[in-house]
């Protein structure tokens, strides 16, 4: 198993559903930093007011103390997660092909059908897949912008471990 083909695989899928993933990310990641905050561990707020009237601040356990950090840590990392997902969303918006180049180069070529936006095609394991092709962020390279009609024989080139990152091939017509 290559190890990049594994990580393009990984980086596709949020550049393979941009609009889905912009949205997703960008209002996620407003409640995981709010849970990553200091104030969001249970009893925080009620410990900050007392230290700031000066009474005496409830000491925490120790577990929920690790617990806490834990979960902070956690939540901080998935928004990181999720901001590079927003990144990689808006990327693949405009037209960027994060990981469609890639795909292009290093892709096992295969005829496929179309029908809308799903592509329908078969890797030389025999088996069958049929994925989407959406409007918003299309797996066409490197014309993004090529017609294809629907129900018409196209080039798909994947990935050998990894057939669900596919890319149309722009440049070849199987006639």
């Not at 990580?7 to 889905?20: D, E, G, M, R, V």
């Not at 956690?74 to 960027?96: D, E, K, Q």
């Not at 092709?133 to 994947?158: H, I, M, Q, T």
């Amino acid at each position: 198993m290559n190890v990049a083909d594994t990580l393009i695989w990984l980086l596709n899928f949020p550049a393979s559903h941009a609009y889905a993933m912009v949205f997703i990310a960008g209002f996620s990641i407003l409640g995981l930093f709010a849970a990553s905050s200091r104030g969001a561990i249970p009893g925080a707020a009620l410990r900050i007011v007392r230290e700031s009237e000066g009474l005496a601040a409830d000491e925490p356990r120790r577990t929920e103390s690790l617990l806490g950090r834990a979960r902070r840590l956690l939540f901080r990392v998935l928004a990181f997660v999720m901001l590079a997902n927003l990144v990689i969303g808006i990327l693949s918006l405009t037209g960027v092909p994060l990981t469609r180049a890639y795909i292009h180069e290093h892709g096992i070529p295969t005829t496929a059908t179309m029908d809308g936006d799903w592509v329908t095609f078969s890797t030389t394991a025999g088996v069958e897949y049929t994925l989407e092709s959406n409007f918003f962020s299309p797996a066409v390279y490197p014309d993004r912008d090529v017609y294809l009609p629907s129900g018409e024989p196209v080039v798909v080139r994947y990935l050998p471990d990894h057939p669900q990152a596919f890319v149309i091939d722009s440049t070849q017509t199987p006639r």
